[in-house]
């Protein structure tokens, strides 16, 4: 998954209704933590492969590692992390 820190949906939304998207800018939580989850994480929890790429120069090579997790039949995530624009 390509993962820009950000829910599109809801910017998305907000942008066409409302012309803004500074509503979702400030991804926090009422107790003032950062809220993004750790989808490699949640993918090794539920028996996948998982893995967080932040390098740009590591995504071919995580892909190629993925790959060769699916064609061995197990399920894999990428949390390839973007900007957030």
């Known amino acids: ?5 950000g829910y599109g949906v809801a910017r998305g939304s907000q ?19 950062e809220f993004m ?5 949640i993918a090794r929890a539920s028996g996948a492969y998982g893995r967080t ?3 740009p120069a590591e995504v071919i090579p995580a892909r190629h590692e993925a790959m060769e997790k ?14 957030r624009d």
């Open 53 to 55: 790429v932040e390098d």
């Open 15 to 33: 942008k066409a209704v409302l012309g803004v998207i500074e509503l979702t800018d400030d991804y926090a939580h009422e107790a003032g933590v």
């Open 1 to 5: 998954m390509f993962n820009n820190q």
């Open 70 to 83: 699916v064609q061995a039949g197990r399920t894999a995530v990428l949390d390839v992390r973007l900007g």
């Open 37 to 41: 989850p750790d989808y490699a994480t």
